[in-house]
């Protein structure tokens, strides 16, 4: 298995696919995703154009669907949710599919929708997609971070070495056998030496403290927890996600 780490999805490959592809948004798509299918959603459906969210959306039946947007940490007006993960619990999304649309994490997914599997990993589902990789060991992995409108994400890059170094771990591969490109023992050593305070690492982050003033501290201590939900956010169809 070689593994690469992309900071965002500009920064990722056009000209080539992966076997397996993760996108990572800790703060907050891929942590809500996450939380939307372990609390019992049918399923995630993702888009990048909420235009397109509401066409779409509108075909489903209104009792069995959910509506999430957000744009700049906020909620989008009309919305039942917003990106918080939160609001997620089992008796509002038991049998319903989210229909989401955010800044960046939707544009992560969509940048690797095309590869064969698809992933979407946070911190708080790590494990599981760790174990994904040890069972199906896929020639090549890309983590791709959201980042922020083009730019690095402290808390998406973490997330990535979460997962490389769980691989580490489990496999007998050492870090330069098991990367693909730099970025990997970068995001190995960044986790490394925040993974006693991954809360604090993100009241650093530059999403963390924009968060931290729309109120959402609450948010930030669930997304920095590791390994709380055994779910696979997996790609079944283009965009939706089980
Ligand atoms: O950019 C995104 O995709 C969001 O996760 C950002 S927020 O955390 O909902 O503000």
Redesign the pocket.
Same mark, same amino acid.
């Not at 955010?102 to 939707?106: A, R």
């Given at each position: 298995m070689k593994l690469f780490v992309y900071h965002t999805p500009e920064l990722t490959p056009t000209d080539k696919a992966p076997e397996c592809a993760i996108a990572v948004?800790v703060?907050?798509?891929t942590s809500t995703i996450a939380t939307v299918l372990a609390s019992g959603g049918e399923a995630v459906q993702v888009f990048s154009d909420l235009d397109k969210l509401i066409e779409v959306s509108e075909k489903w039946p209104s009792e069995k669907r959910l509506r999430a947007g957000?744009r700049g *940490?906020a909620k989008v007006s009309g919305f039942e949710l917003g990106?918080s993960p939160l609001d997620c619990t089992p008796e509002l999304v038991q049998g319903r599919r989210l229909f989401i649309s @955010? @800044?960046? *994490? @939707?544009r992560a997914l969509q940048r690797v929708q095309d590869s064969p599997s698809v992933l979407a990993a946070a911190l708080i589902n790590r494990a599981a997609v760790v174990q994904f990789l040890l069972d199906k060991q896929p020639e090549t992995v890309w983590i791709v971070g959201?980042g922020?409108e083009g730019s690095y994400s402290l808390e998406d890059t973490v997330c990535a070495g979460a997962i490389a170094h769980s691989l580490v771990q489990q496999t007998k591969l050492s870090p330069e056998e098991l990367a693909g490109n730099d970025e990997v023992i970068s995001a190995i050593a960044l986790y490394s030496q925040w993974q006693d305070n991954l809360l604090g690492l993100l009241h650093q982050a530059s999403?963390g403290q924009r968060?931290l003033r729309l109120d959402c501290l609450d948010d930030l201590k669930y997304c920095s927890q590791t390994d709380i939900l055994d779910v696979l956010p997996i790609q079944h169809e283009t965009g939706v996600l089980k």
């Open positions: 948004d703060l907050r798509a957000e *940490g990106n @955010t @800044t960046n *994490g @939707t959201s922020w999403h968060l």
